[in-house]
Antibody, heavy 116, light 112 residues
Framework: QVQLKESGPGLVQPSETLSLTCTVSGFSLTSYSVSWVRQPSGKGPEWMGRMWYDGDTAYNSALKSRLSISRDTSKNQVFLKMNSLQTDDTGTYYC??????????WGQGVMVTVSS | DVVMTQTPVSLSVSLGGQVSISCRSSQSLVHNNGNTYLSWYLQKPGQSPQLLIYKVSNRFSGISDRFSGSGSGTDFTLKISRVEPDDLGVYYCGQGTQYPNTFGAGTKLELK
């Protein structure tokens, strides 16, 4: 069955770099794309960027200068790195499987707080 | 960026009742390939969003036929009939046609 699970630190200092890992099972990263989506508490989701099944990437232009998405297909993992974190980057970060222009499966999410 | 506007912000319903949620996009969601990538998601309290409807009107695997999606271009609607307790939460529309993909701010469905 399709599963995605995010992992990473729950607390990040302002101006530091966030590193998250999405570990997937039940599908291949060379057949499906994976996105990162974040959601501040009480607000709608925000699409951050995508690792395409062919290894290409796409980013939200609002985050592009700070964001990098990569993968290790042998480990079934997709990585997110975002630098220069500020307090408004606080929220829950999800990885999702993308297909047919939608996100059909979502991970459980990881709560990230940016605070000193 | 494509702005997704959902109305109403919140909705009260009696169990067994019917509700409609509107989602309007600031630009047409018809892709160059002819598909319209408009989806609906439900986020139950304390959970991740889950896919209900994709490409305007297609129900995702395991989703009840009490949920139906319709619309075209920039104007879309989600209808829920015979509302059950498990339907309560926040509904989001989202578009996958243009970069960046964007979501609405949500409609909270509560019990009357």
């Amino acid at each position: 069955q399709v599963q995605l699970k995010e992992s990473g630190p729950g607390l990040v200092q302002p101006s530091e770099t966030l590193s998250l890992t999405c570990t997937v099972s039940g599908f291949s990263l060379t057949s499906y794309s994976v996105s990162w989506v974040r959601q501040p508490s009480g607000k709608g989701p925000e699409w951050m960027g995508r690792m395409w099944y062919d290894g290409d990437t796409a980013y939200n232009s609002a985050l592009k200068s700070r964001l990098s998405i990569s993968r290790d297909t042998s480990k079934n993992q997709v990585f997110l790195k975002m630098n220069s974190l500020q307090t408004d980057d606080t929220g829950t970060y999800y990885c999702t499987r993308d297909t047919m222009g939608t996100r059909d499966y979502w991970g459980q999410g990881v709560m990230v707080t940016v605070s000193s | 960026d494509v702005v997704m506007t959902q109305t109403p912000v919140s909705l009260s319903v009696s169990l067994g009742g019917q509700v409609s949620i509107s989602c309007r996009s600031s630009q047409s969601l018809v892709h160059n390939n002819g598909n319209t990538y408009l989806s609906w998601y439900l986020q139950k309290p304390g959970q991740s969003p889950q896919l209900l409807i994709y490409k305007v009107s297609n129900r995702f695997s395991g989703i009840s036929d009490r949920f139906s999606g319709s619309g075209s271009g920039t104007d879309f609607t989600l209808k829920i009939s015979r509302v059950e307790p498990d339907d309560l939460g926040v509904y989001y529309c989202g578009q996958g046609t243009q970069y960046p993909n964007t979501f609405g701010a949500g409609t909270k469905l509560e019990l009357k």
